[in-house]
């Protein structure tokens, strides 16, 4: 087998017939040298992160449940227990799935937190929360989950009175919805603008 090499994509799988006299040294070489998993230990990989994923959820949601009663303490108490599922997942993996999970975790938790924090008063906390969801579902290419959080940020801002933020966050926002054709999600980014355009008196903007 011969090794990629320019701009072919690197192995993903790779099966091979092992004659050896030590067999074990062989699955080292392809484990360790290669950097190929065996499948069972990828398949032991991808269950971990993805059972970490769903207990985090299930804390989610006992926080949102929290949050909608008004027992705001209960709430952040789940939501930390969420974000402790993320953090407790072991580093790398395969194509760095923990990694990936890790990510995918903390930006959804920190978007309820922010929305916690946000109905709480805690409104520049809540705005930190959110900034940080917004750079790990970009770096993860969350491109629609990104766009998501950038309307949720947009309206913070535009509660705290800061236009320019709330219509530079609403722009990029609407890039990303219509780049995916998602018709709707740019009529309603498009009726936002025209809201913080009204607000400032910028009656030729609305």
């Known amino acids: 087998v011969r090794a990629p090499h320019g701009d072919n994509p690197p192995v993903r799988q790779?099966?091979?017939?092992?004659?050896?006299?030590?067999?074990?040294?062989?699955?080292r070489f392809y484990r360790d040298e290669l950097g190929l998993p065996e499948e069972e230990q990828y398949e032991a990989w991808a269950k971990l992160a993805l059972d970490a994923m769903s207990q985090a959820m299930a804390l989610m949601t006992l926080g949102e449940i929290g949050q909608e009663e008004g027992n705001f303490k209960v709430a952040s108490s789940y939501y930390e227990k969420a974000l402790k599922v993320g953090e407790e997942l072991p580093k790398g993996?395969?194509?760095?799935?923990?990694?990936m999970f890790r990510a995918r975790i903390r930006a959804r938790v920190?978007?309820?937190?922010?929305s916690l924090h946000?109905?709480?008063?805690?409104?520049?906390?809540?705005?930190?929360e959110l900034n940080e969801t917004i750079a790990l579902k970009r770096s993860i290419g969350q491109d629609d989950w990104?766009?998501?959080?950038?309307?949720?940020?947009?309206?913070?801002?535009?509660?705290?009175r800061d236009s320019a933020n709330a219509r530079q966050l609403v722009e990029q926002a609407r890039q990303i919805f219509a780049a995916a054709q998602k018709l709707n999600h740019v009529v309603n980014a498009?009726?936002?603008?025209a809201i913080i355009a009204r607000d400032e008196e910028k009656f030729d903007e609305a």
């Open 146 to 160: 990104t766009a998501q959080s950038l309307i949720q940020a947009a309206d913070l801002a535009h509660t705290r």
């Open 190 to 193: 498009t009726g936002f603008l």
């Open 110 to 114: 920190l978007g309820d937190m922010a």
């Open 14 to 27: 790779l099966r091979v017939v092992v004659e050896a006299e030590d067999y074990d040294e062989a699955v």
């Open 93 to 99: 993996g395969y194509l760095n799935i923990f990694e």
């Open 118 to 128: 946000a109905e709480s008063g805690e409104v520049d906390l809540a705005m930190k």
